[in-house]
Each structure stands twice: as structure tokens, then as C-alpha cells.
């Protein structure tokens, strides 16, 4: 935003006003979007101020809009929030009626700043900032509109609302909303807030990495609030008290769309096509739904029933399942065209392990994401002795942990970086700590050693940091003459995963990209083939539930647009998700005092009582617990508002 | 013991206590409305409001929820607290204006009548009878629903077949404004919510005939702690 006439974002006031554009002073790492969809943003309003590009604007309409828009998001709980906006809007539209007077000016100013400081939650607190600047830097406009006594035409606006955890969550949940629900025991809506982004809230209550945690306000001030453990609150409710889901469908349209691949990106995907009145088939080659989250992900972390029932509110939802089916063996991409479907959705995830690239004298590598498949599928596994898991990441996790439920005697980790640098996530790795996995930073596999046939160790070298690389952590690399041994029965490599896409065939025409992921037009989903869309794990590598949950609802929109329109284009609502995605929601103007309480985490089983078994490791909040903890969000919604024409 | 300072005066307060507990106990008057002893705070009113000052900032909060903490420097009533409260009774005022909860809090704080018009309305949505319901009673029968303008207490019961209300008045007998209120007249007691009335029928007392209770009220006693129910036959001034 060069042509800045004036801002006040951030607290840093720049004036250009009545200044010849060459005479302007620039606003120093203004980092906002300049344009949206092509058009020239002309006035931006929200929690941290107003940035004006365009004189034209009337900033008193702008704010009274943004202000309309916030008191829809105001909790309500308190006084100055309810009633003080509700004052505050009868105001600003009497000005804007031309009915205004001058003392209306100090009235508005007073209410402001009495919300402002006097507001129970965040929301409200920040919110009103860009109107108190309209004030103070504004006033002539005020007074010119009171002079007037013209009535303002009424201007539309682009919104949107987030707030700092829901932008870096990939599916932007309503987190605050869901919250402040449960706050108020009202979990069957809590759970209609939650399923609107996420069908899956049993399984991601329980096995999300959470990206929202990391960045909640609350974490700066005392510990983030339990976002996770919520979510599950009200889905073991919905089962422990048989409640039906409540899913609002369109009328069926009759066109029919295939899915393929039951996991997250597919299940999302479906389940908001279904809704959207689509007929919708999902092929899966294995014999449940679940996709990673069913092979992927031990049962002491996701019980099979969860997925199972979520499974099933999505069958309900209108979705047909055709298990044992084989995509390339029982179907094929064409024979499915044949059969009529309109559009097809690829989700087949990344199933397979990456190769280690080390010496292999013997069988005694696997890979370790075929272990849990064949674990969390219910297969008999021996074990005995030790096993040593190469790798860091949430693979490497669940293996070492779901080993020691196996009856391994001793589980090492071997990981090349140092603990701060380990992906997986930290509770998982404390939790695995905790039950006797042993982890060996910064070493890294040389080759396998075995006698007679049989492994009896790995060589390792000991790694030291360097410069960051391209993922921005230190550039491990290995210390000359360090070689140690490490003696083990079984070495189980977990580095990453990639994507099987053995059926696909050159008839199908899908093109694949040099990482070996299905390439797609990163707006539409849609593939290198008009009609075929794909996303999840099989076009990003391997990534989270939630990354996969939110491209099933985007592709799910895009295939709809397809369906509609015969072409792409990208939804409205993804336009601006994509440009307020990149404007930084963290920092507020003036930080109020919060007054400090930790979080209430869930318990946990003890160890004796876990190691040996599969048995879910978390248990879920009381419920006088989740509402303490939910009394503890903040709310730090952000009302975004562009004006554009 | 916690030492904080209120108004330049040094206060002991329980660990665990409020800004509005530790100025209670000395005797320093802090205006509240939506707070009752009994019942766990909530900071929705925000007329309790004080100025607190740590690491050299100074802001509002509400003293009511607000933990001490040692070393604490509390104000309650500089000019910037004044101008917050004046402008939190004028909100509320405007809304509940024949509140005579309301209006005694609004005289002591000099205030007369509002700078401003609100619809009235009779619940200023305190939410102490929401908080009575479920932390006193455990009946769970009202709670707030909505956000932004829609903001309420879901009183729905009243019309719809669902009734966890025992008909208990708890909910009367703490608001503030007389939005929800009881009546009894012969065997009936009648509640009535901004959303409509509803009717208990009372129990007659086998000795004095005088009708003592709600039904529904004395059944739910009853099982709550494991009591045979005939035990309320006779209400309690004619038990020995």
C-alpha cells in the first residue's frame, strides 16, 4: 500500500492528507494487501486500525459497517460490550442520517474508551480501536456530516472474521465461537459451529496437532487454552448422550461425484458435497473408512470407534462407501467416468515410506509406517527384544510407542537434529519419554549390522548443527570419526512418507510432480484433467489431519463451482480467507492486564496403566473442567472489513 | 496471606481471594451488581470496576474476578474508574430505568438519568440467575444463549414441554431487577420470565394446611438426597 493517504495501523500514524502525492510519506512494513481479486483496496478497517488509499471513502460509513459486523461477534456477556455498541450504533447512524449533533462526537469518544478499558474479553477491547481513531483523527468528517444534516448513502463491504488462532488453523474453525458454546453447555450447537469446517471432531479432539494452541494470545500470558481437548468435549458428548447430529442439507441435485480415498481430505470432501446436495461415492481400498487416521494413527491416541462413528454421521449425511475397492485394480478413473460421475476427488494420502538410502545387509529394516498399518490394523505382531526407530516426526512417535505396547523391551529413537528442532509433537514426545522411549539426538544411521542373518545393531554417526536450510532448521551434518553402535533386533525407519500413485496410468493422463505428488492448480484443486480434482497428502506429502480436512473443504467448494459453473473459479470466500491469511492477526494496540490461571489439561491414564495395552491414553474433560477452561479464551476475534467500490 | 494495597491502605487477603473479597473484609466500598457471595463471579456488569497497577502499566479490570496477588496496587476510585462506572449505571439505567436496584447504584454514583436512550428491557442479562440455577440448585433449567444483539437467557421452557425448572425461585430471588419474579396464591406458584409465566402447584402441609412448597421442587429435594418423600408432607415450621 504506497498510495497510503493516511493510517493509523498498528499505532503508527501517517498523515498524507491534503499532501501532493510526491510530497507522501511512506508507511514503513505496512505488511497489508493491496488488492483484492484485481480491485484496488480502497479502505481497510480492523482491530489494529485504518489504512485509507483513497479520499473518496467515507470513513464514518466504513467504521459504523465495521462496528455493524462487530457487534454481531460481541459475546454479549457484559455490559459496556452489549449495550455500549448498541449505543454506539444508534449514534454513528443518526450522524449518518444527518441528524447529528456536535456533543453526539464526545458521547461516541466516551463509550469507546469505556468499552475499550472496561470490556470483560479481548474482543470487544480491541475491536473499537479503529472507531476511536476515526475520532481522533477524523473529527472533521464527523463535524462536516453534523453541519450537513445530509443523509450518507449506505457503501457495501468485504468482511471477514478471524481471530489469531483460527488463521493458523488450515480449516480457520470457529474456534472462539465453539468455545464460548461450551462456556455455556450448549455442545450440540458447539458442535454444529465445529462441523461447519471440520467433520471430523472426535478423531481431530483427540489426534490434531493443534496449530491453534501454538498461537493463542492466552499462550504470551500464561498457557494457551486447551483447544483440542475442548473440541473433544462435545463430540464424546453427542455419543455418551445418543444425540442425533444435526446436518443441514441441500436438496439432492442427482449429479454424482466419486471420491477416492476414505481419509480426511476425502471424508471432508465428501461430507460438504453431500451437504451441498451432491451424490457422492468414496472408493477405499482397505476394509474401514479412515484413511491415515485409521492406519496411521495407534488407537491408544484415536480409538477405532471414533473414527468409525464419524464415519457414520457422514454416511448419514448422504455419502455411499464402497470399501475393498481397489482404484486401478477394481476401477478405474475412466470406468468411473462411464458410470456417470461428474467430478472425481483423488485422496489416496502418502502411504508409502521414503527409503532411508543407507547399507542394507539383511531384512531387518522396515518401514515403519507398514508397521502401523499392519498394528492399527489389527494384525498380530511379534516382538521381542529391542527396536531403534529412525526419524523425529509423529511417525517415528507413534511407532516407538506403539512398540512398547507390542512388548518391545527396549524403544530407542535415533534422530538426526537436536530436540528443538524434532517435528513431531511435543506432547507426544514427552508422553513418549514418559513411558521409557529413549531418543538419540543428533545421530544419524550409517549402516545395519547383522551375524549370521540377523540384525544385531545400527551404526550411527554423531551430527552437529549447522546454518539453517530451506525448512529453516540447522543443517545437521555429520562430526568425522564418531561412529557408534547401537545393539538392536530391529531397525524401523519412519523419515517421511510419500504418496502411491502406482494407479494411476498414462491413459489417465494426470500429471505428477518431480516430488512425485499429484500436481493440482493451487486455487481450484484441479488436476492436469478437467474434472479430476485432488488434495490431501496425495498433492502436499505427507501433512496433518487438519491440513487434509481443510483441503477437502475447499476442493469440495471448488468442485461445486465446477459442477455449477463448468469452469473453475476460485470461491469468494476463498478469495478473501487467502488475503486476510495474510496479514499477521497477533498484537494489539495498548495490551490489557490479564489476570493469570494455567490451563486445566486433560488427565491422563497412568503409565503402568498404558504401556502394555492400546487403551486411549487421554481422557476426555469433565465437564466443569472444559467450562473453567473455556472461561479462559479470550476471544480475540478480528473483524476485517475492505472497502473496495 | 497476600499483602495488597487498596486506596494506600495495606490489605492481608486469602491467597485465593478477589480484589472485590479483600475490600470487602476492610470495609472499602466497591459498587457490584451482577456479584452475590454466594454464587462464583462472572465480570459481567462491570461496575465493580477498579484501576490495578503491575509492572508500571495501569488498566481496569473488574474486582470481582480479579485474583490479589502479592504486592498488588489497587485504586478504586480515581477519575478514570468514575468515568468507566458513570458510564456502565448510564448503560444500565437506560435499559432497566425503574430498577430499583439500578437506581439506588446510579444515586450514589451522582447519576440521574442517562446521556443517551436504550430500548428497555426487563433482564440486563447479569446472569445471576443462570449461575443460581446451576451452581445452587444444580437444576441446569436456564442459560444464556446467543452472542452480539440475540444475547439472552434461554427461558424456553415456558412455552416448550421440557421443564427442568423445579419452580425453586432461586432465580427470582437473586436478580437485580426484577425481571423474573414469583407469586403464590393458594396452591399455585407462578414464575414469571421476561419470556412468559409458568405454574407450579405448592404442597399442602398435612398439619397446618398452609401450602409450603412447589411439588416439583420438594420431588427433586428428595431425590437429590436420597430422602423418602413423604418426609415433606409436613413443612418445616410444623416438624418437631
Redesign the interface.
Known amino acids: 500500500m504506497n498510495r497510503v493517504i493516511f493510517s493509523s495501523w498498528a499505532g503508527k500514524v501517517v498523515d498524507n492528507r491534503g499532501l501532493d502525492t510526491e510530497k507522501y510519506t511512506n508507511v514503513e512494513g505496512l505488511a497489508l494487501p493491496l488488492e483484492y481479486n484485481g480491485h484496488r483496496i480502497r479502505a481497510f478497517m480492523s482491530w489494529n486500525g485504518i489504512v485509507v488509499t483513497d479520499d473518496g471513502v467515507n470513513i464514518i460509513d466504513v467504521a459504523y459497517s465495521y462496528l455493524k459486523e462487530v ?10 460490550g ?3 455498541i ?2 454506539m450504533l ?2 454513528m447512524a443518526k450522524i449518518l442520517n444527518g441528524a447529528g449533533t456536535e456533543s453526539d462526537i464526545e ?1 461516541l469518544q ?2 469507546g ?2 468499552i475499550k ?4 474479553c479481548f474482543f470487544c477491547t480491541t475491536a473499537v480501536t479503529p472507531i476511536l481513531d476515526t475520532i481522533d483523527y477524523y473529527k472533521e468528517e464527523y463535524l462536516k456530516l453534523i453541519t450537513d444534516k445530509k443523509a450518507v448513502p449506505k457503501a457495501t463491504y468485504k468482511v471477514r472474521v478471524s481471530a489469531p488462532c483460527m488463521e493458523v488453523c488450515p480449516a480457520h474453525q470457529d474456534i472462539p465461537g465453539y468455545i ?1 458454546l461450551l462456556r ?3 455442545y450440540a450447537e458447539a458442535l454444529e459451529v465445529i462441523r461447519e469446517t471440520n467433520c471430523l471432531p472426535g478423531v481431530t479432539g483427540r489426534a490434531c496437532v493443534a496449530f491453534c494452541e501454538a498461537n493463542c494470545v492466552r499462550g504470551d500470558i500464561d498457557s494457551p487454552i486447551a483447544i483440542r481437548a475442548l473440541k473433544r468435549v462435545p463430540a464424546d458428548y453427542e455419543v455418551t448422550s445418543s444425540l442425533e447430529p444435526k446436518l443441514e442439507k441441500m436438496k439432492d441435485n442427482g449429479t454424482k461425484v466419486a471420491v477416492i480415498g476414505a481419509g480426511p481430505a476425502g471424508l471432508a470432501c465428501s461430507y460438504k458435497l453431500a451437504l451441498m446436495g451432491y451424490k457422492v461415492t468414496i472408493y477405499d481400498e482397505q476394509s474401514s473408512a479412515g484413511g491415515m487416521a485409521l492406519a496411521g494413527i495407534p488407537s491408544y491416541r484415536l480409538p477405532r470407534e471414533v473414527i468409525s462413528r464419524e464415519v457414520e454421521v457422514i454416511q448419514r449425511a448422504g455419502v455411499e462407501l464402497k470399501l475393498n475397492t481397489k482404484v486401478g485394480r477394481d476401477v478405474t478413473l475412466n470406468s468411473l467416468h462411464n458410470e456417470g460421475f461428474k467430478a472425481i476427488f483423488i485422496a489416496t494420502g502418502a502411504h508409502l515410506g521414503r527409503e532411508l538410502g543407507i547399507k542394507v545387509e539383511d531384512d531387518g529394516l522396515i518401514d515403519g509406517v507398514r508397521l502401523l498399518h499392519a498394528v492399527n490394523m489389527g494384525k498380530k505382531i511379534g516382538a521381542k527384544g529391542r527396536v531403534v526407530i529412525i526419524g523425529g516426526g509423529n511417525v517415528a512417535i507413534d511407532c516407538a510407542r506403539s512398540c512398547l505396547r507390542l512388548g518391545f523391551k527396549d524403544v530407542t529413537i535415533i534422530y538426526r537434529r537436536s530436540r528443538a528442532e524434532m517435528p513431531g509433537r511435543k506432547e507426544e514426545i514427552e508422553e513418549a519419554e514418559k513411558e521409557g522411549v529413549k531418543i538419540h539426538f543428533l545421530a544419524a544411521p550409517v549402516k545395519i549390522l547383522t551375524h549370521d542373518g540377523k540384525v544385531t545393531g545400527i551404526e550411527c554417526i554423531a551430527m552437529e548443527l549447522g546454518e539453517p536450510d530451506a525448512s529453516g532448521r540447522k543443517r545437521p551434518a555429520p562430526i568425522p570419526s564418531s561412529e557408534f553402535v547401537v545393539e538392536t533386533e530391529l531397525v524401523l525407519s519412519a523419515i517421511g512418507e510419500k504418496p502411491d500413485l502406482s494407479f494411476l496410468t498414462e491413459v489417465d493422463q494426470i500429471e505428477i510432480t518431480d516430488d512425485g505428488n499429484i500436481k493440482v492448480e493451487p486455487d481450484s484443486y484441479q488436476t492436469s484433467q478437467a474434472g479430476v480434482f485432488s488434495g490431501g497428502d496425495c498433492v502436499t506429502g505427507p501433512a496433518t489431519l487438519i491440513e487434509a480436512i481443510a483441503t477437502g473443504n475447499r476442493a469440495a467448494r471448488s468442485i461445486g463451482q465446477y459442477l455449477r459453473l463448468g469452469k473453475t473459479v476460485k470461491p469468494e470466500e476463498d478469495v478473501m480467507a487467502d488475503l486476510v491469511h495474510n496479514i499477521s492477526l497477533s498484537g494489539q494496540r495498548g ?3 490479564i ?1 493469570k490461571s494455567m490451563r486445566y489439561p486433560p488427565e491422563h491414564l497412568s503409565i503402568t496403566d498404558r504401556v502394555k495395552n492400546f487403551t486411549e491414553v487421554e481422557k476426555v474433560l469433565t465437564a466443569e473442567t472444559a467450562i473453567k477452561e473455556a472461561k479462559r479464551c479470550l476471544r480475540c476475534y478480528r473483524v476485517i472489513l475492505l472497502a473496495i467500490n | 496471606m497476600v499483602k495488597i494495597t487498596i486506596d494506600n491502605q495495606i490489605v492481608e487477603a486469602e491467597p485465593s481471594s478477589t480484589i472485590l473479597d479483600a475490600a470487602n473484609k476492610v470495609g472499602i466500598y466497591i459498587p457490584t451488581l451482577c456479584y452475590h457471595e454466594s454464587l462464583s463471579p ?6 465493580c ?1 477498579v484501576e ?1 497497577a ?1 509492572n508500571g ?1 495501569s ?4 474486582a470481582c ?3 490479589v496477588e502479592e504486592g498488588l496496587q489497587v485504586e478504586t476510585n480515581s477519575e ?1 474508574i468514575m ?2 462506572r458513570k ?2 449505571i448510564e ?2 439505567l ?2 432497566r430505568p425503574h430498577s430499583n436496584r439500578i437506581q439506588e447504584l446510579a444515586r450514589k454514583l451522582g447519576i440521574e438519568k442517562p ?4 430500548a428497555e428491557k426487563e433482564c ?2 447479569c ?1 445471576l440467575c443462570v449461575r443460581a440455577c446451576h451452581e445452587i440448585v444444580g437444576a ?1 433449567a436456564i ?9 439472552d437467557v434461554d427461558e424456553s421452557f415456558v412455552k416448550h414441554s421440557e421443564i427442568k425448572c423445579i419452580g425453586c425461585d432461586s432465580c427470582a430471588y437473586v436478580c437485580p431487577t426484577e425481571a423474573i419474579t414469583v407469586e403464590d396464591v393458594g396452591d399455585t406458584r407462578t414464575l414469571t420470565m421476561p419470556s412468559g409465566k409458568i405454574e407450579f402447584k405448592l404442597k399442602k402441609c398435612k398439619i397446618c394446611g398452609s401450602y409450603w412448597a412447589p411439588e416439583k421442587q420438594l420431588e427433586y429435594i428428595a431425590k437429590q438426597s436420597n430422602v423418602a418423600p413423604e418426609t415433606f408432607d409436613v413443612c418445616l415450621n410444623c416438624r418437631d
Open positions: 457487534q454481531k461477534l460481541c459475546c454479549g456477556e457484559c455490559t459496556v452489549y449495550a455500549g448498541k449505543v444508534d449514534i458521547l466516551w463509550l474508551i469505556g478499558e472496561n470490556a470483560k464460548e455455556n453447555r450448549r495490551e490489557s492486564i489476570a | 462472572s465480570g459481567s456488569c462491570r461496575l470496576v490495578i503491575t502499566k488498566e481496569l479490570t473488574a474476578t480479579y485474583p478514570k468515568k468507566a458510564l456502565v448503560l444500565l437506560a435499559q446521556s443517551f436512550t436504550l440486563i442479562l446472569g441446569d442459560s444464556f444463549i446467543a452472542q452480539g444483539l440475540n444475547r
